[in-house]
């Protein structure tokens, strides 16, 4: 809805306008400086006295009232009527007059508030017309700035996007090298420990054989020690045979030490052998290693190579491609906002044409309407106004009589409150002296007293117990108190000619 409003600003403006007169024709065609007086309605001002006024100002206003008859007091309402009505009728008869001069003071302000409505409604069609125009240019100008600006913003998105991909294919190349180097480095790092691993070995073995060497070499030592330890022993007796003995002997242990040194040098021999071999298979599986790992890493490259040429000719082709199809959405796009502006066009002039219309005849009915309900609304203001005056003065009547009958009332309550008052505070008095002569206090209870509260039924019997408030004597002079009421019973009957109720038996006495 607000976009609609924002498309068109004149025809919102024109309708405001529009609304704020016809409030103003409805707020000057009432009289708001003067209302309709309401008349006396002799409604009777009734005197309240506080509770907190001395009792004997409240008991000289009652005796001046019992003392005033009743004729003086309906002959001053009689004349308090005359002078009323007199007074109402000098009142209409003005206010007729006002009302008078009020409707042709209207009529003629009606007429101008029209007129000056009418040329204020020709200035606020021109002004709408010219502010039309005005948006129409400034709309043109702004969606053919969008367009731009939506053109710009397409073209620096795809730039955006095809920087954001060689940057992707970047990182991935990078991130794919350094996958590579790390691996090489770890093959490299194992061929090493390899290498080391196997030189350990080797120097384990060597000092193995050495160990064993020197163990056959000792062995030998300590059997030719014992052998020539044995030979000297046995020397002394078999000096002969020994000698043949030890040619024989030296001999042997001359073929010995031959046979010995022979399979040394064959054992050494075989463990060059073996040593040789080992190092060759370790230099061949290196070298194929090496040249498997050269193989992979050149195939690595060219792959690289060529993903990349790949990629860079469906970048070109993707390119080529978003230019061909924006070229072609931008033609297919003029084409038919051409055909679009063109229809827009002839719908917003025959839009125009029937808004205008349609607002100069909803004008003239709407003026039309309104004159005929402000006429309604005149009459029936003024014919609920007569009727407020008639209620008002039919309640003034009535109110008028029910003070005559509420001030009639009250002079006999009052009269027959005032009896009634001093008929009870007379059997009060004789209750008390009743009590009085029966009550026997105990000695030395002087300027002692209580009070004592209790309800006397119609047959002069204590109804509701006997309730000593307060008691400022010994618990004798309590109890005698209580002993004294107890024994007064029946007391004296209050007066049945004033039907006491409750409340009006129930009696506080003070005893001293």
Known sequence: MFK??????????????????????????????????????????????????????????????????????????????????????????????????????????????????????????????????????????????????????????????????????????????????????????????????EAAEKVEQERKIAETKKLQERQRKEAEEAEAEKQKAEALALAKKKAEEERKKIAREKAKKKEEEKTKRLAEKKAKEKAEKAAKRRAEKKAKEKAKKLAAKKKAREEAKKEAARKAAAKEKAKKEAAEKLAKEKREKEEAERIAKQKAEKAKAERIAAAKAAREKAAREKAAQEAKELAAKKAEYHRKWQEAQDKKKAEAAAAEAKRKSDAIAAARQKSLSKERRGAQVSWGGRVQAHVKRRWHPPPGTKGKQARVKITISNSGFISSGINVQSCTGNPEFCASVREAFERSEPLPRPPSKYNFSKSDRTITFKMD
């Open 4 to 197: 609609l409003l924002a498309k068109h600003p004149g025809a919102v403006i024109g309708a405001v306008i529009f609304h704020l007169i016809i409030a103003g024709i409805f707020f000057f065609s009432f009289d708001w400086t003067k209302r309709p007086k309401i008349a006396d309605a002799g409604i009777p001002v009734s005197l309240v006295v506080s509770d907190s006024l001395e009792p004997q100002a409240n008991n000289v206003a009652e005796e001046e009232s019992a003392k005033k008859p009743e004729q003086e007091v309906l002959e001053e309402l009689k004349a308090q009527d005359a002078a009323r009505k007199e007074k109402l009728a000098k009142e209409k008869l003005l206010e007729e007059k006002r009302i008078k001069d009020e409707k042709l003071k209207q009529q003629e302000l009606i007429k101008e508030k029209l007129a000056e409505e009418k040329r204020k409604q020709e200035a606020l069609k021109l002004a709408a017309l010219e502010a039309q125009k005005l948006k129409e240019v400034k709309e043109k100008q702004a969606a053919k700035l969008l367009e731009e600006r939506k053109l710009a913003e397409a073209q620096k998105q795809k730039e955006l996007e095809d920087k954001k991909r060689e940057e992707q294919a970047l990182a991935e190349k990078a991130a794919l090298e350094k996958k590579q180097a790390e691996e090489l480095d770890q093959k490299k790092r194992e061929e090493q420990e390899i290498v080391e691993r």
